[in-house]
């Protein structure tokens, strides 16, 4: 099992550019998750998913958009990248344990 | 927002030594957890302690909650190398089910 895979593993964008960050997992979970981790700033949550077909903001969600497009795959999208989005990106899942969270392997993005 | 503040930031040791990384918060709470984040990786989680709980035990670590004071603190006993990484406090509370993590310890055992 692979557990909660992420693509791509690092990007570099331009300002204004847009791009998907992909999460799948295969542990038939049905919460998923999207977080950024900023030095010193810890995880923040972007948004979150219960489950397939429903999502909600998190703390900081301006700029970015969700697709929960089945229950395996979390989809995030910035429509149009700024340097303050600069960040390490990671998908989680949650499974019957409340708050025992699973995470993938992270998307280190630069924008700038 | 941060709920837990883990305290120290940074904490460097010798391999055999004790290592103890406290977390404090501010709001009630129904547990809270621990997670290890080793370099260039996602979070793993360690331990959850239940608010009525005041210790729990997994292998080398000990964590305590003492929620009169709203803290907790991790022990990790006969740290070893590969203990290095940062730890993250995450508390949950309310019924939404998702933890509130706080900015991490980071620690490096010495060889």
Known sequence: NAGVTQTPKFQ??????????QCAQDMNHNSMYWYRQDPGMGLRLIYYSA??????KGEVPNGYNVSRLNK????LRLESAAPSQTSVYFCATQG?????QYFGPGTRLTVT | SQQGEE???ALSI?????ATMNCSYKTSINNLQWYRQNSGRGLVHL????SNEREKHSGRLRVTLDT?????SLLITASRAADTASYFCATGSGGSYIPTFGRGTSLIVHP
């Open chain 2, 7 to 9: 305290d120290p930031q």
């Open chain 1, 96 to 100: 019957r344990t409340p708050y025992e």
């Open chain 2, 68 to 72: 009169s004071k709203k803290s907790s």
């Open chain 2, 47 to 50: 331990i959850l302690i239940r």
């Open chain 2, 14 to 18: 010798q391999e055999g030594e004790n």
């Open chain 1, 72 to 75: 395996r795959e979390f989809s």
């Open chain 1, 51 to 56: 489950s397939e077909g429903t999502t909600d």
């Open chain 1, 12 to 21: 570099v964008l331009k300002t204004g550019q847009s791009m998907t960050l």
